[in-house]
T-cell receptor, first 114, second 113 residues
Framework: KNQVEQSPQSLIILEGKNCTLQ??????????LRWYKQDTGRGPVSLTI?????NTKSNGRYTATLDADTKQSSLHITASQLSDSASYIC?????????????FGKGTTLSVSS | DAEITQSPRHKITETGRQVTLACHQT?????MFWYRQDLGHGLRLIHY???????NKGEVSDGYSVSRSNTEDLPLTLESAASSQTSVYFC????????????FGPGTRLTVT
C-alpha cells in the first residue's frame, strides 16, 4: 500500500534553533517528492519538489534531502523564526499519473517559541 | 497576479441539504483538484479534472460531484450533506508541465449539523 509517514508528529523549538523533520514513504512507482508548508487556516504552499535524481534542494532556510534508495526524505530548517510555526507536509507523487496520485503525509506540526 | 480562490470560506449547513463550494483560478491551468483535510488524515483527493468537460473520481468521491464548464472554475457539490462531510475542503490547480506543481486555494471550512 502506498504510504507516507512523517515524524515527529509535533515539535517545539526555540527561535533561532535548527530542526529536522523526517519523511518515509513506500510509494511505487516514484516520480517526485514535495514538501509543503501549511499555516493555520491557509492552504498548503510548496517549499521544494525533488525528482528521483535530486538528493538535495534548498529554498532559503529550508533544505530538503532525498534518499531514493532508502525511501527517506528530510526537511531541515535553519535558524528558525516564529513565522516557521506551521504544519509541514511531505507528499509523494507516483510516476505515471499527471499529479493525481499524490500521497500526502499527515504532517508535522512545528511550533517555534521565543 | 494569478491566483486561486474559494468561496465561501466558512459554511454551516444542515444534514440533507445540497451544498456547492466554489473554486476559481486565474492561471489558466487545465488541471484542477478537490481535496478534503481531516484531523488524523493527510489530504485526500475527492475529484479532479484535466480540462473542460473532463471529470474523474478520486479516493473519497462518494457523496460529491463536480462539473467543469470552463477552464477557470471547478465547483464541488455535496448532493445531500452528511455529518461525515464536515471537513476543510481545498481546491488546487496545476499546469500540464512536469513535475505538475499544485497550487492550493485558502480552503473552505464546512460544518454539517
Amino acid at each position: 500500500k502506498n504510504q507516507v509517514e512523517q515524524s515527529p508528529q509535533s515539535l517545539i523549538i526555540l527561535e533561532g534553533k535548527n530542526c529536522t523533520l523526517q519523511c518515509n514513504y513506500t510509494v511505487s512507482p516514484f516520480s517526485n517528492l514535495r514538501w509543503y508548508k501549511q499555516d493555520t487556516g491557509r492552504g498548503p504552499v510548496s517549499l521544494t519538489i525533488m525528482t528521483f535524481s535530486e538528493n538535495t534542494k534548498s529554498n532559503g532556510r529550508y533544505t530538503a534531502t532525498l534518499d531514493a534508495d532508502t525511501k527517506q526524505s528530510s526537511l531541515h530548517i535553519t535558524a528558525s523564526q516564529l513565522s516557521d510555526s506551521a504544519s509541514y507536509i511531505c507528499v509523494v507523487s507516483s510516476f505515471d499519473q499527471a499529479g493525481t496520485a499524490l500521497i500526502f503525509g499527515k504532517g508535522t506540526t512545528l511550533s517555534v517559541s521565543s | 497576479d494569478a491566483e486561486i480562490t474559494q468561496s465561501p470560506r466558512h459554511k454551516i449547513t444542515e444534514t440533507g441539504r445540497q451544498v456547492t463550494l466554489a473554486c476559481h483560478q486565474t492561471w489558466n491551468h487545465n488541471n484542477m483538484f478537490w481535496y478534503r483535510q481531516d484531523l488524523g488524515h493527510g489530504l485526500r483527493l475527492i475529484h479532479y479534472s484535466y480540462g473542460v468537460h473532463d471529470t474523474n473520481k478520486g479516493e473519497v468521491s462518494d457523496g460529491y460531484s463536480v462539473s467543469r464548464s470552463n477552464t477557470e472554475d471547478l465547483p464541488l457539490t455535496l448532493e445531500s450533506a452528511a455529518s461525515s462531510q464536515t471537513s476543510v475542503y481545498f481546491c488546487a490547480s496545476s499546469d500540464g508541465i512536469f513535475p505538475y506543481e499544485q497550487y492550493f486555494g485558502p480552503g473552505t471550512r464546512l460544518t454539517v449539523t
